[in-house]
């Protein structure tokens, strides 16, 4: 299982962009990287997941280097209602299961 | 994207009883289902594997004779902690594996908060 580390703790203020890099050195070349937002007393949710390269959906960007030994989850204008931990995976989906385990996530606190 | 639901969303019960989670998968098929467990301000510890049908892999240092799961439908598992006791109070979260766009990636469940006296 490929080990994922993410900061433990980033501050933004209120409408900058903000960019969480989590590494992944041993990734295998069939696992996908996949990025959770998790509020208190809430289930995980899933905000992106790629593969290689950028990926951008409505609410943020993955952008992934070439080696795929890290992966950066941008998240464009925060507000305060974006304060919450942000899990970043990394997992096989395919072709039966594989379990997938959590880091320490990083906290993010949108600042006024 | 994929639903996932849990019930209840929060329990307290005595000590020496047993509860049970449900977790379904709403608009989508699951053959596989993961059970966590997170306690305050820690992150999600991975409990057991649920595959339809098969019985559950658990994760060491988990005792399933203690957390039972059931994975009986596509749509359904289980989570029962039996002889519940107050050191089991935690926040219990289901996944399971579905379809989003033309991606397969694991959902979440909205967690069953525990609270054993």
């Known amino acids: 299982l490929a080990k994922t580390t993410q900061p433990i703790s980033m501050d933004s203020y209120e409408g900058q962009e903000v960019n969480i890099t989590c590494s992944h050195n041993?990734?295998?070349?069939?696992?996908?990287i996949t990025w959770y937002q998790q509020f208190p007393s809430q289930g995980p949710r899933f905000i992106i997941q790629?593969?290689?390269t950028k990926v951008t959906n409505e609410v943020a960007s993955l952008f992934i280097p070439a080696d795929r030994k890290s992966s950066t989850l941008s998240l464009p204008r925060v507000s305060l209602s974006d304060t919450a931990v942000y899990y970043c995976?990394?997992?096989?989906?395919?072709?039966?299961?594989?379990?997938?385990?959590f880091g320490t996530g990083t906290k993010l606190q949108v600042i006024p | 994207g994929a639903v996932v639901s849990q019930h209840p969303s929060w329990v307290i019960c005595k000590s020496g009883t047993s509860v049970k989670i449900e977790c379904r998968s709403l608009?989508?098929?699951?053959?596989?289902m993961f059970w966590y467990r997170q306690f305050p301000k820690q992150s999600l510890m991975l409990m057991a594997t649920?595959?339809?049908?098969?019985?559950?892999?658990?994760e060491q240092g988990v005792e399933k004779d203690k957390f039972l799961i059931n994975h009986a439908s596509l749509t359904l598992s289980t989570l029962t902690v039996t002889s519940a006791h107050p050191e089991d109070s935690s926040f219990y979260i289901c996944?399971?594996?579905?379809?989003?766009?033309?991606?397969?990636?694991?959902?979440f469940g909205p967690g069953t908060r525990l609270l054993v006296l």
């Open positions: 608009d989508f098929q699951a053959t596989t």
């Open positions: 996944s399971a594996r579905g379809l989003a766009g033309d991606q397969e990636t694991q959902y």
């Open positions: 041993n990734i295998a070349t069939n696992d996908y």
């Open positions: 649920s595959n339809e049908g098969s019985k559950a892999t658990y």
């Open positions: 790629g593969y290689k």
């Open positions: 995976l990394v997992g096989a989906l395919s072709g039966g299961y594989q379990k997938v385990t």
